[in-house]
């Protein structure tokens, strides 16, 4: 248990921050999920739509600092590499 003013502070803020990136990390990863359910099913028409969202939400992650901008660049770029392999 913290003892001082400080630490006691750190600890509500942290609190604060670990309930704000769980909920930013949570719909990132239910946004990846269904894009890549839809490249696994083989729905074009579905993940074509999908796609634009999910680069959303990643830059969105980028800036709420809940994914690093290299591992961001990363998942976007697979997604869209698949994506347009499958219109093809």
Do not use: F
Not at 28 to 40: N, P, S
Request: proline letters at 1%; glycine letters at 4%; a positive charge.
């Amino acid at each position: 248990m913290a003892n001082h003013k400080s630490a006691i502070k750190r600890t509500r803020q942290d609190a604060r921050k670990k309930v704000k990136n769980r909920r930013n990390r949570g719909r990132l990863r239910t946004a990846v999920k269904a894009l890549r359910a839809a490249i696994a099913a083989g729905n074009n028409e579905v993940a074509q739509s999908l796609l634009p969202g999910t680069i959303s939400i990643i830059d969105k992650s980028i800036q709420k600092g809940s994914l690093h901008r290299n591992a961001a660049a990363r998942h976007k770029s697979r997604l869209t590499e698949k994506v347009t392999a499958m219109a093809r």
